[in-house]
């Protein structure tokens, strides 16, 4: 059973998941919220009651793993073809001068917002209107990559301990030492 200050914690951590300032929010001194905080997050009790609390967020506005695995494929496979068209197109004065290289390739034009599929649409960023024409924005597509990638695994942090200037960990000094478990 949480007391009244441990469920306060549990809901002031679910706001910005940090456990130090869960704390100080929760009414812990500021002094020791950074440790009280840690220790919070070991207790199986407290634990469970902020995965209980997930679980009905998440369930309460819809947003799950796998919703925000599907929008972040939006923005990481979005092709610009179908949100941007350029190239000559008959009959346009401009295409007169494009470059047959593909430099200055005139005209660009955007494709108009009803004729965009959904899932090109949720890659859209920002549209606005400048002093020299429309400007359109897209999601950071590398950024949406890299956040699925490290969804399924596939950017293991590796981290390579050396000893001084790089080399080998020096051992000579190391005391190794069995400890018999107590038998309580």
Known sequence: MLTDKQKRFVEEYLIDLNATQAAVRAGYSEKTAR???SENLTKPDIMAAIEEAQKARS???GIT???VLTELAKIGFYDI???VKW???PGDKTSENADPNG???YPVSLV???KLDDDTAAAVAEVSLTQTGVKLKMHDKRAALVDIGRHLGMFKEKVEHSG???GAIPLTGLNVAFIKPNAS
């Open 81 to 83: 073809r179908k949100a």
């Open 59 to 61: 369930e309460r506005t």
């Open 65 to 67: 793993a796998d919703r």
């Open 112 to 114: 108009p917002s009803e």
């Open 164 to 166: 001084p200037d790089g």
């Open 35 to 37: 440790s009280v905080g």
């Open 87 to 89: 190239g000559a197109n």
């Open 103 to 105: 430099l200055n390739i």
